[in-house]
C-alpha cells in the first residue's frame, strides 16, 4: 500500500472493511489465529489508494467446504472427494485445508478439526464447495434449541 509499505508488504493477507461510522474503506492485517480462523483488530489503515485495492485478490471466506476431488498423499493417505474440510490461510493468503474427522473414541457427537492443515493450490482453493454448517452459540440449557 503506497505510503504503508512496512505494514503491508507485498503477499500478505489483509481484509478491507467498511467503517460503521461513515469514515469509508479500511485495511488491515490479521491480528491473532484461534480455531483455524483469523481475528481482526485496530489499528485499522484507511484505504485511500483504489489504485492499490485493484491489486488485490478476493479470496473465500475462512469456514466449512467440501472436497471436489480424492487428494492423494505422498507416503500413503487420502482425504476423499466430498470430504468436510474447514478453510483457514496463512499469514501469505495461501489456502490451507483441515479435514474433519469424527472421534470414535468419546462421547461427543463431533467433527474435529487439527490445527495442522494442507496447503492447497489456488486451482482446488476456488473448486471448493460451500457447505452450509452453520454456527450454534452455545446456550446455557445446553439445547440446540430444537423441536418438535
Given amino acids: 500500500m503506497p505510503g504503508h509499505e512496512d505494514e503491508f508488504p507485498a503477499d500478505v493477507l489483509v481484509f478491507i472493511g467498511q467503517s460503521t461510522n461513515g469514515g469509508g474503506k479500511f485495511a488491515v492485517r490479521p ?4 480455531r483455524n480462523r483469523w481475528f481482526w483488530r485496530e ?5 485511500r489508494s483504489p489504485t492499490w485495492a485493484k491489486t488485490l485478490k478476493a479470496l473465500p471466506s475462512e469456514g466449512f467446504y467440501t472436497l471436489p476431488e480424492t487428494l492423494e498423499f505422498e507416503g500413503g493417505g487420502r482425504w476423499v472427494k466430498n470430504a468436510i474440510v474447514e478453510l483457514g ?3 501469505k493468503g495461501q489456502g490451507i485445508v483441515f479435514v474433519g474427522e469424527w472421534r470414535e473414541e468419546g462421547s461427543e457427537n463431533a467433527l474435529y478439526f487439527s490445527q495442522r492443515g ?17 454456527p450454534v452459540k452455545n446456550e446455557a440449557s445446553g439445547g440446540t434449541g430444537a423441536a418438535r
Avoid: G, K, Q
Fill in 89 to 91: 490461510y496463512n499469514e
Fill in 118 to 134: 494442507m496447503l492447497i493450490s489456488d486451482d482446488l482453493l476456488a473448486r471448493l464447495v460451500w457447505a452450509p454448517i452453520l
Fill in 43 to 47: 489499528p485499522t489503515t484507511p484505504l
Fill in 31 to 34: 491480528a491473532e489465529n484461534r
